[in-house]
Each structure stands twice: as structure tokens, then as C-alpha cells.
């Protein structure tokens, strides 16, 4: 506790430091903008900055069940060695493809739908979210030790026996894993989505807007604060998730 108290310390104190030489505000007037901005809408887009992240969470949560649809199955499958040999040269084609370079197709792509910026904010969500979450699923499934493979086969157990009752147990705290991963970057793209094209709310497009009206920077800061805020609440909601199940090793076992 006291190592945090220090490190807070340490970082308001270099903030001050950083205002001093004219790089930063105040960080009490950041603080005093972000709470504003909390309880009361600004009055450029008339929403408040719990407004905005509502609309950054929902968008996000929709490409995560997506993408966690596809990878996690997909993932699992990929202990098969035919369907491995079959998907992962196309996948590790597509992977290394930066969520943002999807943006222009995307808006493409959704161009006739009825609300095109937010699907194709979705879809933006989902591929920054599926291929980490996927890579770290696969790679877990493909680590079964082999021994317990050849053990289970002495027993009689059938291709399904093994996928269900030796693959997918230890495969477990990969797809928590890769669900935390994935979600942090789904978090980081839809972020940069909103900067891209106009969706009328969200964290990323109240940050471009601020920015627009003249570089308020007490508000541009407040609103990257509220994306670290959320995007470390998540984490932590998983970390305690993986926390409560028993093959959690502790560290140095």
C-alpha cells in the first residue's frame, strides 16, 4: 500500500514539474476538469464523460462477444492438426495487419447499413480483439503436455475424450488470457476508431473534438484519463476472474 501511496507521490510530482515548464496543466485543474466533466455535459457535443464512455463500452462489448466467439472456439479447434495446418497460414497472413489499417474498409464494407459508423466501429473492435485472443488460446491448446495425451489414450479415450476432458481443462487459463488481452486491445482500437470518423459520442471523439475547438487540454487529459481508468478496471475485473480458479499458480511455484 505504502509503495503505491510513493508512487503517486511520485507521479503528481512530476507532473507539477511538467506544468512548471509550461508542458502540462495543473494537475489539480485536471482533476477539478475531469470531476466537472463527470457530473455535468460539456457544452460541445451536450453529453457528459460517463456518456461518452457508455457508448465506448457498449461498442466494444459488442465486438469483444464477436470476436471471443470466433476465437474461442476456433482456438480450441486448433489442437486438431488438420484444422491447424489448414487456418494458420491465412491467419498469421491477417494478423499482423494493424486494427487501424482496417478502418477505411470497414466503412466500406457497412457503407449500407443503417448506422455504418458504429458497425464498422464495431467490426474495428472485433479484429483488434480476435487475433490476440486467438493466438494466446491456440497456443495454450497446442501446449498440452503429450504425455498426458498418450496417458488418456492408454485409458481409452476417443478424439472427443481428449478435446473435452484433457485439451479444453488445460486450456482454461489461456482463453481467460487471451479474453484480457484481446479485450485490451478492442479497447485501444475502438479509441482510435472514434477519432477516425464521426460517431457524435465516445471517449476517442471527445477527445478529437476537444482538441478541434481549440486544444483544451484539461479536457483532452480528463478524457485520456477516464480510457486509462476503464481500460484498467477491466483488467483487474479479469485478473481477480483468473485469481478464483485453482490453477492459478502462485509465483515462484
Do not use: C
Amino acid at each position: 500500500m505504502k509503495q503505491k501511496i510513493y508512487s503517486a507521490l511520485l507521479f503528481i510530482f512530476f507532473w507539477y514539474l511538467l506544468y512548471f515548464l509550461n508542458v502540462l496543466p495543473a494537475f489539480h485543474v485536471v482533476v477539478v476538469t475531469f470531476l466537472m466533466l463527470v457530473v455535468k455535459a460539456e457544452p460541445v457535443l451536450g453529453k457528459t464523460l460517463i456518456q461518452h464512455a457508455a457508448s465506448s463500452l457498449l461498442r466494444v462489448l459488442a465486438g469483444a462477444i464477436v470476436a471471443f466467439s470466433l476465437s474461442i472456439p476456433l482456438g480450441i479447434l486448433m489442437w486438431f492438426s488438420r484444422i491447424y495446418n489448414l487456418l494458420h497460414p491465412a491467419i498469421e497472413v491477417l494478423r499482423p495487419i494493424p486494427p487501424l489499417a482496417w478502418i477505411p474498409l470497414s466503412y466500406i464494407l457497412f457503407a449500407s447499413f443503417p448506422n455504418p459508423t458504429v458497425f464498422a466501429q464495431i467490426f474495428i473492435v472485433a479484429v483488434g480483439a480476435f487475433f490476440p485472443s486467438f493466438v494466446t488460446i491456440s497456443d495454450y491448446v497446442r501446449g498440452v503436455p503429450q504425455e498426458f495425451i498418450e496417458l488418456a489414450k492408454v485409458f481409452g479415450a476417443k478424439s472427443f475424450d481428449l478435446l473435452t476432458k484433457i485439451v479444453l481443462p488445460y486450456s482454461l487459463p489461456g482463453i481467460i488470457t487471451g479474453v484480457r488481452v484481446g479485450l485490451g486491445v478492442g479497447w485501444m482500437s475502438i479509441i482510435a476508431a472514434e477519432m477516425i470518423a464521426s460517431s457524435g459520442s465516445g471517449l476517442g471523439y471527445f477527445i478529437l473534438v476537444m482538441y478541434e475547438v481549440g486544444g483544451r487540454m484539461p479536457e483532452i487529459i480528463a478524457g485520456m484519463a477516464m480510457i486509462g481508468l476503464i481500460g484498467y478496471s477491466m483488467n483487474t475485473l479479469l485478473f481477480k476472474l483468473e485469481e478464483r480458479f485453482p490453477w492459478r499458480l502462485k509465483s515462484g511455484t
